[in-house]
């Protein structure tokens, strides 16, 4: 049975929605389209040339590309076996991106990335905030898959790879799982988004997160009306995005999510000498705390552990205090139920809080309940 006060949040939120096409789009000022000269398969570096140059406050429109399900040796007869016309621009752009964008040579693999964009005056030990102003449908598929064992939760159980195309309903925001049974709510987001590691890290790729650039958090709460707190640690902090999903239920546990393409409109803001320990994650409702390990017993005390020191700091708190206020408050779940770098979430509602920081997104978030 539902308690009242989760009725009224389910009730607020389904009282926001709005639909993703009716959202007005949001002005922007540059724009980075997906192109085989403004993508990689799946790096993060700091020697990766900026595709564009921004200045703090300004808003940038990202494309991005998934060919997650395609064939690159044969990439014209994955469109013709699911009846996907060439002539569709994501198509034409997909196929140039597949034929000339090659493979980093360190042998690195991964989602293909847009970027990175260079933003002025970020230096290492800052922080950069990553304001989601929208997050946008390019293509009318998209693909799930599983493989045989693999690092799943029920990867003993899958005697061999499989995939679904599914087709996406633009008009009425769904994806057709299938027809006239099942049909997935959209809410779409970005898998990945990340800056550069250190120069001394060398390259990264775009697979398991980490604490120190981002990268893949897979978090549905990353869409429209987030900001994303990450460490800076290159002139310029050089920000990659990808991986786009159409909707994803926390855990990501076949694998992939319902993976697609998309594009983002993103806000750079600078807070200087503010070093950051690990990345979280504001929306308008909760601060979000990420765990990060294999073990997932260790991401939920580092997840809880960030949301006791938060409290601590915020509210001045002693340790017993805020460790209290977490227990009877905090909200944990798996994002991440695969291995290498498993994740847990703790959620704080700010509801508690008499003392509420006026926050940027005053718009509806999308959801898919």
Not at 79 to 107: H, R
Not at 163 to 169: E, F, L, V
Not at 228 to 239: H, I, Q, S, T
Not at 258 to 278: D, M, N, Q, R
Request: charged share 20%.
């Amino acid at each position: 049975m539902i308690s009242l006060r989760r009725a009224k949040v389910l009730l607020g939120c389904l009282a926001l929605a709005t639909p993703l096409l009716a959202y007005p789009e949001p002005k922007y000022k540059h724009y980075v389209p997906s192109k085989w000269n403004t993508v990689g398969w799946g790096i993060y570096g700091s020697d990766i040339a900026p595709v564009i140059r921004v200045k703090p406050g300004e808003v940038v429109k990202i494309d991005i590309s998934n060919p997650f399900g395609i064939n690159r040796a044969n990439p014209r007869k994955f469109f013709a076996d699911n009846k996907i016309s060439e002539d569709l621009p994501i198509v034409q752009e997909m196929l140039e991106i597949l034929e000339k964008t090659p493979y980093d040579p360190t042998g690195l693999r991964g989602a293909l990335l847009t970027g990175p964009v260079f933003v002025e005056g970020a230096e290492p030990g800052d922080t950069l905030e990553v304001r989601i102003h929208d997050v946008r449908l390019r293509a009318p598929w998209g693909a799930i898959s599983t493989s045989r064992a693999g690092s799943h939760p029920l990867g003993d159980l899958v005697p061999r790879p499989w995939s679904k195309i599914m087709r996406i309903d633009m008009e009425r925001e769904v994806g057709i799982f299938e027809e006239g049974k099942i049909e997935l709510p959209l809410a779409p987001f970005m898998g990945q988004m990340g800056v550069a590691p250190p120069q001394s890290a060398g390259r990264f790729g775009a697979g398991p997160p980490t604490a120190t650039h981002g990268g893949n958090f897979d978090l549905q709460e990353l869409t429209r009306g987030a900001t994303l707190y990450l460490p800076v640690n290159v002139n310029g902090a050089l920000f990659f995005t990808g991986n786009g999903h159409a909707a994803q239920g926390n855990g990501e546990i076949s694998g992939p999510g319902f993976e697609t393409s998309l594009c983002g409109y993103f806000e750079f803001i600078v807070h200087k000498k503010k070093p950051l320990k690990t990345p979280w994650v504001e929306t308008p409702t909760h601060y979000i705390f990420l765990g990060m390990h294999d073990s997932l017993d260790d991401c939920v005390r580092q997840a809880t552990l960030q949301a006791v020191e938060f409290l601590q700091q915020k509210e001045k708190l002693d340790f017993y205090d805020a460790y209290a206020v977490s227990s009877a408050s905090l909200d944990l779940a798996v994002s991440r139920a695969l291995v290498p770098m498993q994740m847990a979430f703790a959620y704080l509602p700010k509801h508690l809080f008499a003392n509420k920081p006026d926050y940027w997104f005053k718009g509806a978030m999308p959801v898919k309940y």
